[in-house]
T-cell receptor
């Protein structure tokens, strides 16, 4: 299984809502990532988890809260978002460090619209 | 500091013509280099990667890239463009560790 899955595929939420994005992989990868991508732009790194611990937080606003319950699962909890947070949210995973080539496998993304 | 430069945010080619997408990098250590493709409303798919060894790397869908250390380049080519190649292409470097550095992307249009 070389797939990263993300749910939901689309999400529309109001600025007062609380919602969560889910990401799952069964490749035995120990590094998982959240990216935000605006149209026609490269992915912007938000968070990196390594062995289920948050290792990189790229100064993301606190209205985004990541969670890594186990080595296969990554969540992104959303609360009080702003319209400018509307974007494609991508999850990725990779082998962790060492001699690995750190190729990242991407999920199909969640298209988020904040009204 | 690491950075990736993709020259040309938009490239148009005729169907059957050569595709050349440019990528230059700066890195303090020899990096791992990647090309990803993204079709509309989809995630990124790995086309090919350079890690060590042979500098000419072949990938999926007929694409290949050559690592030139002296030019700090990793340009992507395909001998004959197909309509299905129309997409956004991203070059990325991974100096080591978990952080990727993406280029700004090149949108490829294929003209019938």
């Amino acid at each position: 299984d070389t797939e990263v899955t993300q749910t939901p595929k689309h999400l529309v939420m109001g600025m007062t809502n609380k919602k969560s994005l889910k990401c799952e992989q069964h490749m035995g990868h120990r590094a998982m990532y959240w990216y935000k991508q605006k149209a026609k732009k490269p992915p912007e790194l938000m968070f990196v988890y390594s062995y289920e611990k948050l290792s990189i937080n790229e100064s993301v606003p606190s209205r985004f809260s990541p969670e890594c319950p186990n080595s296969s699962l990554l969540n992104l909890h959303l609360h009080a978002l702003q319209p400018e947070d509307s974007a494609l949210y991508l999850c990725a995973s990779s082998q962790e460090g060492g001699a690995s080539y750190n190729e990242q496998f991407f999920g199909p993304g969640t298209r988020l619209t904040v009204l | 500091a690491q950075s990736v430069t993709q020259l040309g945010s938009h490239v148009s080619v005729s169907e059957g013509a050569l595709v050349l997408l440019r990528c230059n990098y700066s890195s303090s250590v020899p990096p791992y280099l990647f090309w990803y493709v993204q079709y509309p409303n989809q995630g990124l798919q790995l086309l090919l990667k350079y890690t060590t060894g042979a500098t000419l790397v072949k990938g999926i869908n007929g694409f290949e890239a050559e690592f030139k250390k002296s030019e700090t380049s990793f340009h992507l080519t395909k001998p004959s463009a197909h309509m299905s190649d129309a997409a956004e292409y991203f070059c990325a470097v991974n100096p080591r560790g978990n952080q990727f550095y993406f280029g700004t992307g090149t949108s490829l249009t294929v003209i019938p």
